[in-house]
């Protein structure tokens, strides 16, 4: 049945066991898993499809810089051994293709209300429920809540003066038309040269008659070197698939079963150094950082992989001021999230492609016609703004979500994210995250994380169902003790250096935290693990 075709009060009345806030990977697998549990649970989602980042980031270039036999579900070998990727770094279109097999093949449309956006979420102490209200004004119950709303979900405009004024055509990549956009024939301006930005360049410079890219700050950035999927390489996989899937979950600092270094980069020769980057910049992608286990932790060792970096750029790009403006020094490689090309350096050797420092001299402001800086002003028809998002914490703020007493997480978060494992919050009884801050989520592959993190919330409800309990909550005792350990973690590496959106730090007024937690995807689901064998220890449970 479709859901919108009940009538306003039959859906006010509406009961669930578990309502789920989003319809992207985690909400898909939290659905199919719950299903399994003979639970009554559906999803309410804000586009009008699947798929999540994948769904909205429909950018030029927009492709995953995790690789594809890496970047999709274990939870099915039927499913991992039928799927075929196209190509070794697979694009946009082909994973929301993938998240729309997934919808189709569990059935799971049928619980997915599309087109509408949760605005509230209430827990009613007496009957320990959670009630959700649509922006359609559609309300409902449930015994649990589940926030699958990803990590970079709410795209953010820059404050910068005159914004509204443009005449011309403004894009965010976090919000791109669906139709795509034909920058022929078009002089184009990009602020940011973030992922979404590296990407894109070196696509909308083949199209636009030219392309000035606005940077404030340089970014690392690796080869991709992607290709068409090796027969050979995907038949070596599928082979060996239970294993290397067990390997990421289990050993790994991120999620990504690969070529992991084990000594530190101060330990060997400069010439051997030399050759192991050199080796990892020739295979292409994130492999690169992981050449030795202390780059994220030791400055001195970090300055050689960063070194080698810069020199790449200055030899790949031809004008020396150019190389010197693309090449980073204000913070450690690797801090702020590493970037993965295809030709972003080379983008600059073309005629019709500008690079302009707005550190040295910022923008003023956006005009009817362009983009005035402190000494230039510039016309576009076209302004991208390739400018991140509200990261972790944006969107849960954006509802108006409240625990016991009326509680408002973003008063209890006006601090910083406070969260016991990621997964849950003190005060908000039988509300959970996937990959919420204080877990691995964004430095990790997601789709490892959002299974550990789905796994935990199903085995949990299953738990308390069978238990005939009705809620559990976080102690604050467990969730102080856990942010304390985030923190230690954070602060024992490099990344807190970085002015990054990890730290809050893109938001003017965000509390400066090191949100995601560090210690590891392999660790950190050990100690998930645990604490549930444990009684959920940590937990109350009534
Ligand atoms: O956003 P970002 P993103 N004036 O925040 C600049 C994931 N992702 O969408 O660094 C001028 O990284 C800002 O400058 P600065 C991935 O996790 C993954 O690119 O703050 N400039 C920066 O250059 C990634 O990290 C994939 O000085 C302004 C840029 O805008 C995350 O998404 C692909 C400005 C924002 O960069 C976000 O990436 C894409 C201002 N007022 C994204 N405000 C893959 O899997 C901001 N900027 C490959």
């Not at 429920?129 to 709303?149: F, K, L, P, S």
């Not at 002089?187 to 392309?211: D, R």
């Not at 050979?232 to 999620?255: C, F, I, L, V």
Request: charge should be negative.
């Amino acid at each position: 049945m479709n859901l919108h075709q009940r009538t306003p009060a039959e859906r006010d009345v509406a009961q669930l066991d578990v309502v789920i806030v989003g319809a992207g990977f985690a909400g898909l697998y939290l659905l199919h898993r719950l299903r399994g549990l003979g639970l009554t649970a559906r999803a309410y989602e804000a586009g009008s499809g699947v798929g999540g980042t994948w769904f909205w980031n429909r950018y030029p270039g927009a492709r995953c810089d995790v690789e594809s036999m890496q970047y999709s579900f274990s939870f099915d070998d039927e499913l991992q051994q039928s799927w075929k990727w196209s190509e070794r770094f697979a694009a946009q279109p082909e994973i929301l293709q993938y998240a729309n097999h997934i919808a189709d093949r569990y059935d799971l449309r049928r619980d997915i209300v599309f087109n509408t956006r949760i605005t509230a979420a209430t827990f009613d102490e007496s009957s320990a429920t959670w009630t959700v209200t649509t922006d359609r004004g559609e309300r409902v119950t449930a015994r649990y809540c589940v926030m699958a709303t990803g990590c970079l979900s709410t795209a953010r405009l820059p404050n910068i003066k005159g914004i509204a004024s443009f005449q011309g055509a403004t894009y965010h990549t976090g919000h791109w038309p669906h139709e795509g956009v034909d920058f022929t024939g078009k002089t184009v301006g990009i602020i940011g040269t973030g992922s979404s930005a590296i990407q894109s360049i070196p696509v909308i410079a083949e199209q636009a008659k030219h392309l000035t890219v606005f940077q404030r700050t340089p970014n690392f950035s690796i080869p991709s070197r992607n290709s068409a999927m090796p027969a050979a390489y995907e038949a070596e996989w599928k082979d060996d698939y239970p294993t290397r899937r067990q390997r990421a979950r289990e050993e790994t600092r991120n999620g990504i079963y690969g070529d992991w270094g084990q000594v530190s980069a101060l330990e060997v020769s400069a010439g051997d150094r030399r050759a192991e980057y050199e080796r990892r910049w020739t295979k292409g992608g994130l492999e690169f950082m992981y050449a030795y286990n202390d780059l994220g932790l030791k400055k001195e060792a970090n300055d050689t992989a960063a070194e080698f970096v810069r020199e790449k750029i200055r030899e790949i790009v031809k004008d020396p001021k150019t190389a010197e403006l693309l090449c980073p020094y204000s913070y450690p490689i690797g801090t702020k999230r590493i970037c993965v090309d295809t030709n972003y350096f080379e983008t600059f050797n073309r005629d019709n492609v500008t690079l302009v420092d707005i550190r040295s001299a910022p923008i003023d402001e956006i005009t009817p016609h362009g983009v005035r800086t402190q000494d230039t002003e510039y016309a576009f028809d076209c302004l991208v703004f390739a400018t991140g998002f509200d990261a972790m914490t944006g969107t849960l703020e954006a509802m108006n979500i409240r625990g016991r007493d009326g509680l408002a997480l973003r008063d209890e978060w006006a601090a910083g994210p406070r969260t016991y494992l990621g997964l849950t919050v003190a005060g908000f009884p039988n509300m959970f995250l996937v990959t919420g801050p204080g877990s691995p989520s964004v430095l990790s592959n997601m789709i490892v994380s959002i299974e550990q993190h789905v796994d935990w919330i199903t085995d949990c409800i299953a738990h308390l169902t069978q238990s005939g309990s009705a809620s559990i909550e976080a102690s604050r005792d467990a969730q102080d003790a856990w942010v304390d350990h985030v923190n230690e973690r954070a602060n024992a590496t490099l990344y807190p250096q970085a002015a990054s959106w990890y730290m809050g730090a893109n938001i003017p007024g965000k509390p400066r935290i090191f949100m995601p937690y560090i210690g590891g995807v392999g660790n950190y689901r050990k100690i998930c693990s645990d604490i549930a064998s444990d009684n959920y220890r940590g937990f109350a449970i009534e």
